[in-house]
């Protein structure tokens, strides 16, 4: 009989046409009290959105900033110009090998990405599926193989690189760039692998399919999010790789952007920061407008879109 009052309330506010009241004792009401709200969510969203953002606001506001701004700052406000110039974004594309830098690594990265792709979805497959004994250990290895930092690899892969007569050419990028792509993109595929019914290739495989067709046609199909964010993640680190470019490339038309700018707008203790801010922005261009066409993509892979 204790429900007899609540009911009776509801009833009222169908009959009269009003809403109901909202319940606010219990989830996320603890958010309607304003200054609670400001203290618990604006406050710490707003330091996150501008320790994130401000160095990307710094970048561009020096990469538009004239030189006489740039080099007297007890003059002009550091945080602001009134006179902004394209002068350097000029002189970046214009007057040095930054288009063909851009070129360079865009071309780096798709093929080392590619190749660290197809090698990662047949080693992930073959562990996941196949149901060998040891494909847990084998796994367990390819992610520890991730671990091995590049500052250690990059010594014996440049001997290799300059025996085989692969040293100042792209071609050695993109073959020792699979060293460290393949075995976290694995990991990750692995893990996607997983969530993929095994019922689906049992039916495939009673009506005849081949494990190769089930693969083709089954499993990359439904594991395009994975797929996604494998290559990200490996368009990402191919893009901001540092120690393998600067070791394996020489010659100034073959190197990449992290790479370019930091050797050809640095002359002895003298930083042209103007180009060097641009050229840092223009080179993160590519690298947002990816994660803003798949990031939903990314997501979905990192939470597990299929289920049971």
């Not at 009989?1 to 009269?16: A, E, G």
């Not at 250690?152 to 001997?159: G, H, S």
Request: aromatic letters at 16%; hydrophobic letters at 50%; a neutral charge.
């Amino acid at each position: 009989m204790t429900d007899l009052p609540t009911r009776s309330i509801d009833l009222k506010n169908v009959l009269s046409g009003s809403a109901p009241t909202a319940d606010h004792t219990e989830g996320m009401s603890y958010l309607q009290s304003v200054p609670r709200r400001i203290v618990t969510l604006y406050l710490p969203l707003a330091i996150i959105v501008i320790v994130l953002l401000f160095p990307f606001y710094w970048m561009a506001l020096t990469s538009v900033k004239p030189d006489e701004q740039l080099l007297d700052l007890d003059r002009y406000n550091p945080f602001w110009t009134w006179n902004p110039t394209f002068k350097h974004f000029h002189k970046l594309l214009f007057e040095s090998y930054y288009p063909h830098w851009l070129w360079n690594t865009m071309y780096v990265a798709v093929c080392a990405t590619v190749l660290s792709i197809i090698a990662s979805v047949l080693a992930a497959y073959a562990i996941v599926r196949l149901r060998y004994k040891g494909a847990n250990l084998v796994g367990g290895l390819i992610f520890l193989a991730y671990l091995v930092p590049p500052s250690i690899l990059f010594i014996p892969l440049a001997t290799v690189v300059f025996q085989y007569g692969l040293f100042d050419s792209p071609l050695a990028l993109i073959l020792t760039y699979p060293t460290i792509l393949i075995p976290f993109s694995t990991w990750l595929l692995m893990g996607y692998f997983k969530t993929i019914p095994f019922e689906l290739e049992e039916c495939a495989l009673i009506d005849g399919a081949s494990r190769w067709q089930i693969l083709i046609k089954i499993v990359l199909p439904l594991a395009i999010p994975g797929l996604i964010s494998a290559f990200i993640f490996c368009f990402t680190l191919c893009w901001n790789e540092f120690i393998y470019a600067l070791t394996f490339l020489q010659s100034t038309s073959n190197k990449t952007v992290p790479v370019a700018i930091v050797n050809e707008f640095v002359d002895g203790d003298i930083y042209r920061w103007g180009s060097l801010m641009a050229g840092a922005l223009a080179g993160s261009l590519p690298l947002v407008i990816l994660y803003a066409f798949f990031v939903e993509h990314y997501v979905s892979a990192m939470t597990g879109a299929v289920k049971e």
